[in-house]
Structures are given as C-alpha cells and as structure tokens.
C-alpha cells in the first residue's frame, strides 16, 4: 500500500518570505498527488493535485508543487507567505488502482509578523 | 463553502453511549468518505460509500458502521463509545470513486466523550 511522509512537523517563517513544504511518498508507480490545507475549525481544502504530464502544478492561494519522481516527492511551494496561511497543510497520495486514499500526519505552518 | 453540509457540529456524550453523525455531500457527488482526526493517529481512512454501496474500508472499528442513502446523505455510527473515540469526524464528498478524485471535505464533527 502506498504511505506518504511529512517531514516537518511545524513550520515557522517570516510573512513575505518563501515557503516550501516537504512530502515525500512510497508507491510502485506514479500515485495520485493531492496537497490540502486545514484551517483551525474547517475542514480540509483542496490546494492543488497532480495526476500525470506537467510535473509543475499551480494550485489555488498562489501554491504550486513540483511531482520529482526520481526523489518520490511532491514538495509544496509559495514564494512570498501571508498571514492568512498559517494552518495545517496536508499531502495526500492515492493509488491509482483502487480507492485508497492516504493522507500524511501534516505539517503546521505558523506566520510570522 | 465546500457544499458538504455535517451535523452535528458538536457532540458531547459518555462511555458506553451511541451517536450517529450525518453528513450531506456536495450537490452531484456520488462518493462519501469518513474520517477520524485525532491528535495522536492523525487523519484515519475509516470507509467509502459509492452511490450507496461500501467501495472501500480503512481503519474502521467493528464498533463503527456507516450507510448511504437513496439519497446519498450518509450516516457513521458510533457505538460502545471509548474516551479513546473523542476526535473530529469528517465527511467528504467526491463526483466518482477511485482515488483520483479530488474530495470535498465538511467542517467536521468534534466528538467528545467524558
């Protein structure tokens, strides 16, 4: 069964500056790849995902991720942090031959002023 | 707004109890999943209902069940209830199955045993 990784438990960077979140993924093939973002009280929402072609993905609030099949990695990045994206940020990774969705533990991301 | 609609939003009760949580998915999503958040295990798979059949199963509890309806709103119930079982539900919605498909999650259900 395919598992994925969050390194970093939580984050700390300065608003403006850049930000990239680590995931890495353990799949025989090339998964499903999903990032989400959790806001204190809400549910999760879906930033980006990647499924095939283009390694470079653009997603919603100005994220992109990068798929690096040679490092089983789907990293997260914004160039320039706002306040309001401090949250809890999740990688996902969904095996293409069945239903099977796994979500890693996340990694908490704080904004400084 | 994801357009899944879960309630109770809070939901206090005691060892040994029985709670049903319900969810409404996203208008023309066919897919619910349910999941357990918790501090110590994190986001845990528990179970996939598709247009009101189980597609698959994760780490769900023989003490836990779920349905889907004709009208594909789903219920998860809780029973037996262990202090070990306090944590956020959520309910997601998605248009197909397969793992592909991009969820749509509620706002959650925070459960709290005493």
């Known amino acids: 069964a395919q598992s994925v990784t969050q390194p970093d438990i939580h984050i700390t960077v300065s608003e403006g500056a850049s930000l990239e979140l680590r995931c890495n993924y353990s799949?025989?093939?090339?998964?499903?790849l999903f990032w989400y973002v959790q806001s204190p009280g809400q549910g999760l929402q879906l930033l980006l995902k990647?499924?095939?072609?283009?390694?470079l993905v653009q997603g919603i609030k100005g994220f992109e991720a990068e798929f690096k099949r040679s490092q089983s990695s789907f990293n997260l990045r914004k160039p320039s942090v706002h306040w309001s994206d401090a949250a809890e940020y999740f990688c996902?990774?969904?095996?293409?031959?069945?239903?099977?969705?796994?979500f890693g533990a996340g990694t908490r991301l704080t904004v400084k002023p | 707004d994801s357009g899944v609609t879960q309630t109770p939003k809070h939901l206090i009760t005691a060892t040994g109890q029985r709670v049903t949580l319900r969810c409404s998915p996203r208008?023309?999503?066919?897919?619910v999943y349910w999941y357990q958040q918790s501090l110590d295990q994190g986001l845990q798979f528990l179970i996939q209902?598709?247009?009101?059949?189980?597609?698959a199963k994760g780490n769900i509890l023989e003490r836990f069940s779920a349905q889907q309806f004709p009208d594909l709103h789903s219920e998860l119930n809780l029973s037996s209830l262990e202090l070990g079982d306090s944590a956020l539900y959520f309910c997601?919605?998605?248009?197909?199955?397969?793992?592909?498909?991009?969820?749509?999650f509620g706002d959650g259900t925070r459960l709290s045993i005493l």
């Open positions: 997601a919605s998605s248009v197909g199955t397969g793992a592909g498909q991009p969820q749509h």
């Open positions: 799949y025989g093939a090339t998964p499903y």
């Open positions: 990647y499924f095939s072609g283009d390694t």
């Open positions: 996902a990774v969904g095996a293409r031959n069945n239903n099977d969705m796994r």
């Open positions: 208008s023309g999503d066919l897919s």
């Open positions: 209902y598709y247009n009101g059949e189980e597609r």
